[in-house]
């Protein structure tokens, strides 16, 4: 089984509508692990690890996100799988 990591950035109205909460049960729910926050830009940015289908299926929901949630458009950049973490979590800055 591959593994791999996914760094993605979330943009439209995704802040304010509980996108982070949202995020982080879905990725429990795929046994994914990483973290998801939100960033001064007014995005909101998550990084995941694990199976790659998992990953894939996580990334397909970010496109779309929460019914509170208006997502405009999303960068992905894959990576390899880094292993940092044990459970995903919302990081505050």
């Known amino acids: 089984m591959e593994k791999i990591s996914a760094r ?3 943009h439209g109205w995704v802040q304010g509508v509980y996108f982070r909460a ?7 729910r795929l046994g994914l692990t990483g973290w998801v926050m939100n960033r ?3 995005t909101v ?3 995941v690890e694990g199976e790659k289908s998992k990953v894939e299926q996580m990334v397909a929901w970010c496109r779309q996100g929460p ?5 405009d458009g999303i960068e992905v950049r894959y990576g390899d799988f880094l292993g940092e973490g044990e459970a995903f979590e919302i990081r505050y800055r």
């Open 40 to 42: 001064r830009d007014g």
């Open 45 to 47: 940015e998550a990084f």
């Open 67 to 71: 019914s509170t949630a208006q997502v």
């Open 22 to 28: 949202y995020t982080r049960d879905q990725a429990r």
């Open 8 to 10: 993605v950035v979330v």
